[in-house]
């Protein structure tokens, strides 16, 4: 099935560790955001890259980054990590055009830091 | 501020019994509004889109209806299959930003 994808689906870190996630768009989106869902706190935005450039950024410490290639696909780093760390990541692709905004979610990479 | 705010944060059916859930928002410019469905440990599933108020869409048991304040999703004769958290999300007319629900967490059972 075409879609958002993601690699990896699972992943086991070390607190101290850096993780790096990546995320390739449906083909022809060119918005790609970035969500960490834990069950306490629901979807939180982490943030959206538009034609490689960071438009929009949530609530999150400067140890997430992140960024977006001229195909789109787009990495997401989180250095340092913490046991707070642990959660579901999402990426979502959105055509972005006038008219056209919803998001398509990929399956997710499970993180666990421990 | 942008806010969504998602009621009942949980609901169990019996099968056949139709409700609503219900998104309440407050936006600066809604460039839209839309619903997910959401299985345990997998990526939310589009579901619709509403744009402006008295817009209404339906797929299968779900219709999703939109007013300047509120959507609802109503689901009829619902099904075990249909079990699953729906979220509810909007996005901002000046940013882009997308405002998430935390979700109804829906139950039917046989």
């Known amino acids: 099935k075409a879609g958002v994808t993601k690699t990896p689906r699972y992943l086991i870190k070390t607190r101290g560790q850096q993780v790096t996630l990546s995320c390739s768009p449906i083909s022809g989106h060119r918005s790609v955001s970035w969500y960490q869902q834990t069950p306490g706190q629901g979807l939180q935005f982490l943030f959206e890259y538009f034609s490689e450039t960071q438009r929009n950024k949530g609530n999150f410490p400067g140890r997430f980054s992140g960024r977006q290639f001229s195909n789109s696909r787009s990495e997401m780093n989180v250095s340092t990590l913490e046991l707070g760390d642990s959660a579901l990541y999402l990426c979502?692709?959105?055509?972005?055009?006038?008219?056209?905004?919803?998001?398509?979610f990929g399956p997710g990479t499970r993180l666990t830091v421990t | 501020e942008d806010q969504v705010t998602q009621s009942p944060e949980a609901l169990r059916l019996q099968e056949g019994e139709s409700s609503s859930l219900n998104c309440s928002y407050t936006?600066?410019?809604?460039?839209?509004l839309f619903w997910y469905r959401q299985d345990p440990g997998k990526g939310p599933e589009f579901l619709f889109t509403l744009y402006s108020a008295g817009e209404e869409k339906e797929k299968e048991r779900l219709k999703a209806t939109l007013t300047k304040k509120e959507s609802f999703l109503h689901i009829t004769a619902p099904k075990p299959e249909d079990s699953a958290t729906y979220l509810c999300?909007?996005?901002?007319?000046?940013?882009?930003?997308?405002?998430f629900g935390t979700g109804t967490r829906l139950k039917v059972l046989a």
């Open positions: 936006v600066s410019g809604l460039r839209g």
């Open positions: 999300a909007v996005q901002a007319g000046g940013t882009y930003k997308y405002i």
């Open positions: 979502a692709s959105s055509l972005a055009l006038a008219g056209v905004y919803e998001q398509y």
